[in-house]
């Protein structure tokens, strides 16, 4: 049974080593990501979105569970305003965030966003795109770009419906609601509540949880449950296929037979 080791180590490209809008560390089974630009509340710019994509194309070709937080009793105030401000039409064509968040959201093992302090606006879309999410009770969740005068186009009008519904979604995205992580958690934005001194180890248990499951039937799991409906009950059998001949199940199954056996 895969379990999570305890001593990160920083990431083995020494290319992620010069880079300035997050730090990476890693176990041989886990990847911790921490946004920090401290300066601007980890605002979200495009050093920090190539950062990610780059992050992405390592977990890509290395699948590990992930832990994205912040730093400094932040984890993303939005989008960095600065930058925002002078983006136009071809820039918004572009999908900067949209791309990178979908990307996260497509990784092969599944990303636990670990929240306190503000996740706003980008930072919210980012949270969204993370497959779990641990928040210390006073975070704050928000999609406020309205009032900038623009939307909230990196997965918010859609991921944010998914999560909370649509009369939630309505509110946040058209009247400005922000949500406590006591408010999320009741409506299902967050699975879990910790104090800010122990919200990293709350991700770390969430994390231990998946370790514990066969990382191959996670990632095929992960990989149906995006599917349209209209790729069902097919996609199921074709799936089931490869997980019936693969070594973990003969190995797992003989276990579990095993311990009943020996009770």
């Known amino acids: 049974m895969t379990e999570l ?39 979200i710019d495009e050093t ?3 950062e990610l994509h780059a992050v992405c194309g390592y977990l890509e070709r290395t699948p590990k569970v992930t832990i994205i937080i912040g730093s400094d009793g932040v984890f993303a105030s939005g989008a960095d ?10 820039d918004a064509l572009r999908g900067i965030n949209n791309r990178v ?22 930072g919210l879309e980012l949270v ?15 999609q406020p770009e309205t009032g900038l ?31 406590s992580g006591e408010e999320a958690k009741a409506h299902s934005l967050v699975s879990e509540l910790a104090e800010p001194e122990a ?11 998946i370790a514990k499951q066969d990382p ?13 409906l209209s790729a069902h009950p097919q996609v199921d059998d074709i799936a089931q296929a490869v997980l019936f001949e693969s070594e973990a199940k003969f190995e797992r199954m003989q276990a579990f037979l095993d311990r009943k056996r020996n009770k």
Request: aromatic content about 6%; charged content about 20%; proline content about 6%.
């Open 149 to 179: 005068g623009i939307m909230a186009a990196a997965g918010g009008t859609w991921r944010l419906r998914a999560a909370v519904g649509e009369p939630l979604a309505k509110e946040m995205l058209l009247a400005g609601r922000i949500l």
């Open 48 to 50: 920090m979105v190539d």
């Open 101 to 122: 968040f979908d990307r996260i959201a497509k990784l092969p093992m599944p990303v636990i966003a670990a929240v306190d302090g503000y996740a706003l606006g980008g």
């Open 128 to 142: 969204l795109a993370a497959d779990f999410r641990v928040s210390t009770p006073g975070a704050k969740f928000g």
């Open 216 to 228: 191959l039937a996670v990632q095929i799991t992960k990989s149906v449950l995006a599917m349209p």
């Open 199 to 209: 919200l990293y180890d709350a991700a770390l248990d969430f994390a231990a949880r």
């Open 5 to 43: 080791t305890n001593s990160p180590r920083p990431i083995g490209s020494t290319s992620f080593a010069d880079f300035t809008a997050i730090s990476v560390e890693e176990t041989d089974n886990l990847c911790t990501l921490r946004l920090s630009r401290p300066a601007v509340r980890n605002a």
């Open 81 to 90: 305003i600065a930058q925002l401000k002078e983006r136009r039409r071809a």
